[in-house]
């Protein structure tokens, strides 16, 4: 015997707003907190520091990994010579410098998870402590 279709229980819309205030562990909490002012915490004077560490980092490391791409990149295209120099056997410095694209896509990203533990992570802890809804 088929069965009827499901069709889902009309959820309350305070229900759907406390959910969704909930989200991410921020806003309104059982505990009866007030809301986080976002406006007010981006204008923050802690949460502008935290920007400008992440920028610090995260702008010099991207600007350094785009002249390393690009040189392999130019360099394939307009020094085949220069590419194909062998190194050891059948692996030229192309094949070389192509694999190491990958190894520093894994560095960078290794050092950007321990700056993030080290530097970051603390400082946003400390801002969430700090505000009306947070955790502790």
């Keep these: 015997m088929p069965h009827p279709p499901h069709t889902a ?3 309350r819309p305070e229900a759907a707003a406390q959910a969704h205030a909930q989200f991410g562990g921020v806003g309104t909490t059982d505990t009866g907190q007030q809301p986080t002012d976002f406006t007010a915490l981006a204008r923050s004077a802690e949460f502008q520091q ?10 010099p490391m991207s600007a350094l990994f785009l002249a390393w791409y690009l040189s392999y990149v130019l360099s394939a295209a307009y020094l085949p010579d220069l590419m194909s ?14 694999v190491a ?3 520093s896509t894994a560095l960078i990203t290794g ?8 530097v970051l992570d603390p400082k946003v ?10 955790r502790r």
């Design 9 to 11: 229980t009309p959820q």
């Design 50 to 59: 935290l920007r400008r560490r992440m920028r610090g980092f995260v702008f």
């Design 85 to 98: 120099t062998r190194i050891t056997g059948e692996i030229n410095l192309g094949l070389v410098m192509g």
């Design 101 to 103: 694209q990958f190894a």
């Design 111 to 118: 050092a950007y998870l321990q700056y993030a533990s080290r």
């Design 125 to 134: 802890a400390e801002l969430r402590r700090g505000t009306p809804g947070g």
